[in-house]
């Protein structure tokens, strides 16, 4: 067991995760001398001491859409990456309207993100970051802000500008208030995945609940898919039957309608 002052004592971050269920951040950051000029984020990702600006880019990915959901898997993504390769990104909880990310403050204070060590090498961070935004069809050209994004040779500030708008903290982007969404050309199984999400975000901020059981939720997803007129007469009609029950509930919903 280590010792207690090896860990650093940083905020308390309280994230509702469902409706009452919560989760405590009680620190940005640990380090141990173990890890020697590297540490082990507020992300849960072991930050590597070297920094490899090459095989990021190589591996960093592209927004391939504007949904909340792409944008978060995204930025998971990313994060991932940028660790792997010795490059601090905030965790995703961490976007929140009061953070600017214009700086990224290193040391053993509550508010630090990373070591001290690490100062030298937030500038180089920053850079990088945005080497890699600027990159033709990494962030797609509607996003309302692409050409800031772009052009802020501050990558952590770019960042904000990125995923602000898809983040459900900031509630003033109207996310939780849009149409449920549609299956379009997705397949079924990005759908379910992408309304799981939705159904998640809104329970989250809204304190709504979705039930998979309850009729009324799964024809409002039903009527989301391709052929909704076709597969809400088979689910009318198969849900009043005993032994075909099974075939609607929330583990085979997505095999069942393939």
Request: hydrophobic share 35%; aromatic share 12%; with cysteine.
């Given at each position: 067991?280590?010792?207690?002052?090896?860990?650093?004592?940083?905020?308390?971050?309280?994230?509702?995760?469902?409706?009452?269920?919560?989760?405590?951040?009680?620190?940005?950051?640990?380090?141990?001398?173990?890890?020697?000029?590297?540490?082990?984020?507020?992300?849960?990702?072991?930050?590597?001491?070297?920094?490899?600006?090459?095989e990021f880019g190589r591996y960093a990915p592209s927004l391939e859409g504007l949904d909340p959901s792409t944008v978060c898997m995204f930025y998971l993504d990313f994060c991932r990456v940028a660790h792997d390769y010795g490059i601090y990104v905030p965790a995703c909880e961490e976007f929140r309207p009061e953070d600017t990310f214009s700086t990224i403050e290193c040391g053993?204070?509550?508010?630090?993100?990373?070591?001290?060590?690490?100062?030298?090498?937030?500038?180089?961070?920053?850079?990088?970051?945005?080497?890699?935004?600027?990159?033709?069809?990494?962030?797609?050209?509607?996003?309302?802000?692409?050409?800031?994004?772009?052009?802020?040779?501050?990558?952590?500030?770019?960042?904000?500008?990125?995923?602000?708008?898809?983040?459900?903290?900031?509630?003033?982007?109207?996310?939780?208030?849009?149409?449920?969404?549609?299956?379009?050309?997705?397949?079924?199984?990005?759908?379910?995945?992408?309304?799981?999400?939705?159904?998640?975000?809104?329970?989250?901020?809204?304190?709504?609940?979705?039930?998979?059981?309850?009729?009324?939720?799964?024809?409002?997803?039903?009527?989301?898919?391709?052929?909704?007129?076709?597969?809400?007469?088979?689910?009318?009609?198969?849900?009043?039957?005993?032994?075909?029950?099974?075939?609607?509930?929330?583990?085979?919903?997505?095999?069942?309608?393939?």
């Amino acid at each position: 067991m280590l010792p207690v002052g090896d860990y650093i004592h940083g905020f308390q971050l309280v994230m509702e995760s469902a409706v009452g269920r919560q989760h405590q951040v009680l620190r940005r950051y640990f380090w141990h001398p173990s890890l020697g000029t590297g540490c082990i984020t507020s992300s849960g990702f072991v930050l590597q001491p070297n920094i490899q600006e090459r095989e990021f880019g190589r591996y960093a990915p592209s927004l391939e859409g504007l949904d909340p959901s792409t944008v978060c898997m995204f930025y998971l993504d990313f994060c991932r990456v940028a660790h792997d390769y010795g490059i601090y990104v905030p965790a995703c909880e961490e976007f929140r309207p009061e953070d600017t990310f214009s700086t990224i403050e290193c040391g053993d204070t509550p508010t630090a993100r990373v070591p001290k060590f690490c100062q030298s090498q937030v500038p180089r961070w920053e850079v990088i970051i945005h080497h890699h935004l600027k990159r033709d069809k990494i962030i797609p050209s509607s996003h309302p802000q692409a050409n800031e994004i772009k052009h802020n040779p501050n990558g952590y500030e770019a960042l904000m500008l990125l995923i602000s708008p898809y983040s459900p903290s900031f509630i003033d982007n109207g996310i939780l208030i849009k149409p449920h969404p549609q299956q379009g050309r997705r397949s079924l199984d990005d759908h379910f995945r992408r309304c799981e999400f939705y159904y998640y975000g809104q329970q989250c901020y809204l304190n709504t609940s979705h039930n998979w059981t309850d009729a009324l939720h799964l024809i409002r997803f039903l009527d989301s898919c391709q052929n909704a007129d076709v597969l809400c007469t088979l689910y009318n009609q198969e849900r009043h039957v005993p032994v075909m029950q099974y075939k609607f509930t929330c583990e085979r919903i997505v095999a069942t309608l393939k």
